[in-house]
């Protein structure tokens, strides 16, 4: 029995071709997006290091302006979109004269953060949605092609009038597909959980940001203490 990819593939049924065509088309895209995320994330949490010591010695400074200008240099860092919106939000109302509350500059800076935290994550869980749809669905797709192969298999036998020996090979090459499914399915699944846990850490280092920008800008704007006051 011949068993070489090429003898395999001319011995296949139009339709089971056409879902391992598919397979093959699954696995590029999943290796793709692997990748490209792979990339995505490891740019975000390198940009992030060099971010946060670079603004450790600006906003001691009190600089905001040059705060802002130093997360624009890290575009690709998730903690530079967050705290970048909030030095944004609160730079602006500082600079209104018509603005007199300070807990409202904060509270602003703070709901800024938290958009723009929202709107990060959106991104970083960016085709995410694909692997899990592979990894999902891969084996399925390979469990059809097996049975359009036995389909295939067996309507060569009654034609031909042979017994299953005559057949076998067919058989195992309906098999092929399943296996090739669970081979597309399995790397799928692995990386998808992989990534989620990714964005699940760069949530929370999102989060951990904005509320120590909340208290930042909370000093900066005395508008804790002057709360404290007027309870007092």
């Known amino acids: 029995m011949d ?19 598919l397979m093959v088309v699954m696995s590029i895209y ?14 975000a949490k390198n940009q992030s290091l060099k971010l946060l010591g670079a603004l450790s010695n600006v906003l001691t400074k009190s600089d905001y302006q040059q705060a802002i200008d130093v997360t ?3 575009k690709q860092s998730h903690l530079a979109k967050v705290i970048g ?16 509350d300070p807990e409202l500059t904060v509270e602003a800076a703070r709901q800024g953060m938290d958009r723009t935290a929202m709107i990060t994550i959106a991104e970083l869980k960016e085709n995410l949605g694909v692997l899990a749809t592979i990894g999902a669905t891969a084996p399925f797709v390979g469990l059809f092609g097996t049975v359009l ?15 299953i020996a005559s057949v076998s090979a067919g058989i195992a090459e309906a ?25 699940d850490r760069f949530t ?7 509320s120590e920008m909340a208290i930042y800008f909370l000093k900066e704007t005395g508008a804790g203490n002057e709360s404290k006051a007027s309870i007092g």
């Open 3 to 21: 068993m070489s990819p090429m003898a395999l593939w001319s011995s296949m049924s139009l339709m089971a071709k056409g879902v391992v065509l």
């Open 30 to 43: 999943s290796i793709w997006v692997m990748v490209e995320r792979y990339i995505v994330f490891s740019q």
């Open 72 to 74: 624009k240099k890290y």
């Open 85 to 100: 919106s909030g030095l944004l939000e609160f730079e602006a109302l500082r600079r209104d004269k018509r603005n007199m």
């Open 149 to 163: 192969g036995i389909i295939h298999a067996f309507g060569k036998m009654a034609t031909s009038g042979g017994g």
């Open 175 to 199: 098999l092929i597909t399943t296996a090739f499914g669970l081979f597309v399915a399995i790397p799928a699944v692995w990386a998808y959980n992989y990534f989620q846990n990714r964005v």
């Open 204 to 210: 929370v280092e999102m989060s951990n940001s904005g």
